[in-house]
């Protein structure tokens, strides 16, 4: 059977650590829904697979596609479905609409040689094929948006470590400071048993009964700093695993500090 220290320690932590989790996921999200990061990041895929770095020709004529963007100057996509995408770039490149001849021969015309070569590929390999070709670029387009999608995740893994140092920071949430002061006061933990895994103001009131926030600032710069410094980055980084993941294991917590209290 677990201490009910530890328990009342481990409930504090991850609650603490949820909290963050859960404050940085929704900035980020407020910062990717103003500043449009999945459309831009879209585009920027599209371009670099497209050869149109400067979104002066192929890609701007796809994304001009009804399938893709009706309002290309008005709002960018988050999301094409690569069938759509398909049957735009090859209703872009063809100048004869349904004369799939001609559309050999304009993407023979390609300048960026690796766009060429690629639709050479797929071109062949569909043996001239119309409905062939669109499941091979379809296909193409899949693979190219998982490295896209990679390139984003690290981007938002990047964002919220930075993210969580700043709200660290700003309310001085010390891991080593919180363990242990919770070490020292368990009860502190007493009050979050029936706190949401949502943000609203029960759950913010319960974070700040935690020991958390500046008594003297600013600190001073000694040997205690150092540690104060490891403990805001080990709190930033427990917001990579999520909020799900710390509230989950709060509960669980909770739960097993629960039966382990019963006689």
Known sequence: MFGSTVLEVAAGLTFCYASVA???STVQEALASLLRLRARTLLSGIKSMLGDPNFNALARAVYGHALVSP?????LPSYIAPRNFAIALIETLQTVPGAIAHLKQQIDTLDDPQLRRALQGIYERAAGDAAGMEIDIALWFDSAMERVSVSYKRRSMAISLLLSLLLAVLFNIDSIHLFRSLWQHPALTAQLA????????????????????????????????????????????TALFGAPFWFNLMKRTMQLRDHSAKP
């Not at 309002?71 to 709002?75: A, E, H, N, P, V």
Request: charge should be negative; avoid cysteine.
């Open 194 to 237: 029936a706190v949401p895994d949502t943000m609203n103001a029960a759950t913010i009131d319960a974070l700040f009964q935690l020991p958390i926030g500046w008594h003297t600032f600013p600190p001073r710069w000694d040997q205690a700093f150092v540690i104060q410094l490891a403990g805001w980055l080990i709190t930033a980084a």
């Open 22 to 24: 859960l404050i940085v």
């Open 71 to 75: 309002r290309i100057g008005d709002s």
